[in-house]
T-cell receptor, first 116, second 115 residues
């Protein structure tokens, strides 16, 4: 039973389209994250939500909007897709408590987005 | 500006020998360090971690060493097995507030264990 699941696994779309990536975790965690792994293989934090509240919002274009309907889900909506958005997007979750050992993050398998 | 650096993009080791993966960081606010392992087409999987108040943590074949003064950590795998072949990411954590910990990742080191 997958702990952090993302859909779809692959997403190929045209420039200018709007698309969404869904993420769900069944670990009972309070905090969820979105990361982007670019062509240089760097994994960079994009957003973090704790109990449906936005905590981290790195310098990401406002075309990217995370939405958390409940603490088990954090979806990523991307408007007006650009070529540079092509990357692998990873969702993650953690217990999010104020104890260092609780900040271990568990990752989904990733969504490979290709913008043509 | 890379705050977490893994300067070796790849490493090849003979099966049964020790693998040593290195990681350097620059941000003194990091207080927790983690190693993740990643197979192709999968997400990173947590492997082992260490708090900044310790200098060593061991879990089976995996040991992580932390040298705070040098801002350096290393992952030792002994003995190395072919199934250990993967990309290893070093990550450092700092408290972003409200129960959220921001992980900063290195670029990864691809380990190949040769049978």
């Amino acid at each position: 039973d997958t702990a952090v699941s993302q859909t779809p696994k692959y997403l190929v779309t045209q420039m200018g389209n709007d698309k969404s990536i869904k993420c769900e975790q069944n670990l009972g965690h309070d905090t969820m994250y979105w990361y982007k792994q670019d062509s240089k293989k760097f994994l960079k934090i994009m957003f973090s939500y704790n109990n449906k509240e936005l905590i981290i919002n790195e310098t990401v274009p406002n075309r990217f909007s995370p939405k958390s309907p409940d603490k088990a889900h954090l979806n990523l909506h991307i408007n007006s897709l650009e070529l540079g958005d092509s990357a692998v997007y990873f969702c993650a979750s953690s217990q999010g408590l104020r104890e260092l050992a609780k900040n271990i993050q568990y990752f989904g398998a990733g969504t490979r987005l290709s913008v043509l | 500006d890379q705050q977490v650096k893994q300067n070796s993009p790849s490493l090849s080791v003979q099966e049964g020998r020790i693998s040593i993966l290195n990681c350097d960081y620059t941000n003194s606010m990091f207080d927790y360090f983690l190693w993740y392992k990643k197979y192709p087409a999968e997400g990173p999987t947590f492997l082992i971690s260490i708090s900044s108040i310790k200098d060593k943590n061991e879990d089976g074949r995996f040991t992580v060493f932390l040298n705070k003064s040098a801002k350096h950590l290393s992952l030792h795998i002994v003995p190395s097995q072919p199934g250990d072949s993967a990309v290893y990411f070093c990550a450092a954590s700092e408290d972003s507030g409200a129960g959220s910990y921001q992980l900063t990742f290195g670029k990864g080191t691809k380990l190949s264990v040769i049978p």
